[in-house]
T-cell receptor, first 113, second 112 residues
Framework: GDSVTQMEGPVTLSEEAFLTINCTYT??????LFWYVQYPGEGLQLLLKATKADDKGSNKGFEATYRKETTSFHLEKGSVQVSDSAVYFC????????????FGKGTKLSVKP | KAGVTQTPRYLIKTRGQQVTLSCSPISGHRSVSWYQQTPGQGLQFLFEYFSETQRNKGNFPGRFSGRQFSNSRSEMNVSTLELGDSALYLC???????????FGPGTRLLVL
C-alpha cells in the first residue's frame, strides 16, 4: 500500500542553520504531497503542498519540490529560527473518494538560540 | 473565516464508557475527516464524511463511528472505551473532493 517515510528525529539545530528533513513516499498513483507542522499542544497546520511532479511548494521560508523520479518531497529552509521548533509531518493523498491523508511518523525539530 | 473547531478540548473517561466528540468545519467546507494521533501509531485515518455520507473509512473497529449533519458539522463516537483509545483526535475539513485539509486543534482523550 501507499506509505510515507520520514527521517527520524529529533533534529537539533542552531538558529540560522540550514534545515533539511527528508521525506520519501511509495504510491500506486499520482498523489498530492503535503508538509504539515504541529506546535506543542496544537493541531496540524498546513505548511506547504505540491500537487504534481516538479511542483515546488513554499511558505514562510520553507520549500519542498515534488520529485517523481526519486519519489521524494524533502523539506528545506535556509535559516531556521527558534520559533520553527515543532514536529513536521510529510503526507500524501489522492483526493476524491480516497482523500484520506497518509502521514509519515513525524520529525521533531528543536532550534537552539 | 473561523477555523475548524473541536469540542471538548480535553476529556477524561474510564474504561467501558462511551464518548462523543464534535467538530465544526470551516464555513463552506463539506468534507470532514477524523484522525487519531498516538505516540506509538502516529497519525491514523478514521473516516471521512462528505455531504452527510461516509465516503471513506480507515482500519478501526466498529466501536468507532461517526456522522455528519446537514450543516456539515460532524461527530464521532467511541463506545466501550479501552485504555488504548487514549489519543489526540483531530478533525480536518476541506471544501470538497481533492482539496487541501485544514485541521482543528484536536480533542485530547484520556481513558483511565
Amino acid at each position: 500500500g501507499d506509505s510515507v517515510t520520514q527521517m527520524e528525529g529529533p533534529v537539533t539545530l542552531s538558529e540560522e542553520a540550514f534545515l533539511t528533513i527528508n521525506c520519501t513516499y511509495t504510491a500506486t498513483g499520482y498523489p498530492s504531497l503535503f508538509w504539515y507542522v504541529q506546535y506543542p499542544g496544537e493541531g496540524l497546520q498546513l505548511l506547504l503542498k505540491a500537487t504534481k511532479a516538479d511542483d515546488k511548494g513554499s511558505n514562510k521560508g520553507f520549500e519542498a519540490t515534488y520529485r517523481k523520479e526519486t519519489t521524494s518531497f524533502h523539506l528545506e529552509k535556509g535559516s531556521v529560527q527558534v520559533s520553527d521548533s515543532a514536529v513536521y509531518f510529510c503526507a500524501l493523498n489522492y483526493g476524491g473518494s480516497q482523500g484520506n491523508l497518509i502521514f509519515g511518523k513525524g520529525t521533531k525539530l528543536s532550534v537552539k538560540p | 473565516k473561523a477555523g475548524v473547531t473541536q469540542t471538548p478540548r480535553y476529556l477524561i473517561k474510564t474504561r467501558g464508557q462511551q464518548v462523543t466528540l464534535s467538530c465544526s468545519p470551516i464555513s463552506g467546507h463539506r468534507s470532514v475527516s477524523w484522525y487519531q494521533q498516538t505516540p506509538g501509531q502516529g497519525l491514523q485515518f478514521l473516516f471521512e464524511y462528505f455531504s452527510e455520507t461516509q465516503r471513506n473509512k480507515g482500519n478501526f473497529p466498529g466501536r468507532f463511528s461517526g456522522r455528519q449533519f446537514s450543516n456539515s458539522r460532524s461527530e464521532m463516537n467511541v463506545s466501550t472505551l479501552e485504555l488504548g483509545d487514549s489519543a489526540l483526535y483531530l478533525c480536518a475539513s476541506s471544501p470538497g473532493a481533492q482539496e487541501t485539509q485544514y485541521f482543528g486543534p484536536g480533542t485530547r482523550l484520556l481513558v483511565l
